[in-house]
């Protein structure tokens, strides 16, 4: 009769796979973060470079029949601007600018951006069609991703660690 040959040693270890697990769910967590941190930190020292606003509308998203996203409200102005004598258009007033419900933040936004007004824009030297007009904060989600991402990463490395020294002790 054929049997199914048993996993042992340190792979077929429950707590191993586990531990691994853990670290791939916080490495998971703490990437994303931590570029989305990285991104808006370095954009404070970006050159800031005279643009001029050529578009500004209030944008709207309304969720077709099954969509699972809400209504929401964005501010997309569009503007152009000079960098290593190039001219560029852009249309981020901050990195991830994402959908709103306040509409009146929005109405706000546009109000501080008519069309033909000049403007100060921060472009990416590395990449100048990357450009904003206001710089972020870093987003407390983000930060609160990066240590929780953390966590699940040390927690992961020290329980495999104890794992596989116990199973090398215990030979």
């Not at 929401?72 to 960098?83: E, F, H, M, N, Q």
């Not at 000049?118 to 240590?147: F, H, L, W």
Request: some cysteine.
């Amino acid at each position: 009769m054929n049997r199914i040959p048993e996993v042992t040693g340190p792979v077929g270890n429950p707590a191993n796979v586990w531990s691994v697990f853990f670290i791939l769910f916080g490495a998971y967590l703490f990437l994303p973060a931590f570029h989305d941190v990285y991104f808006v930190q370095s954009s404070g020292g970006w050159p800031i470079t005279p643009g001029k606003v050529i578009s500004a509308e209030l944008e709207k998203r309304w969720p077709d029949r099954g969509d699972t996203f809400e209504q929401g409200y964005l501010a997309r102005i569009w503007y152009v601007y000079t960098a290593n004598n190039i001219e560029y258009m852009g249309h981020s007033i901050r990195l991830h600018d994402d959908y709103t419900k306040d509409v009146r933040s929005v109405e706000s936004a546009l109000k501080r951006y008519p069309v033909g007004q000049q403007i100060d824009v921060r472009y990416d030297p590395r990449d100048p069609t990357m450009s904003i007009v206001e710089k972020n904060s870093v987003p407390a989600v983000d930060c609160a991703k990066m240590g929780l991402g953390l966590l699940f990463v040390m927690f992961g490395a020290l329980a495999l660690v104890g794992s596989l020294k116990q199973e090398i002790m215990g030979r």
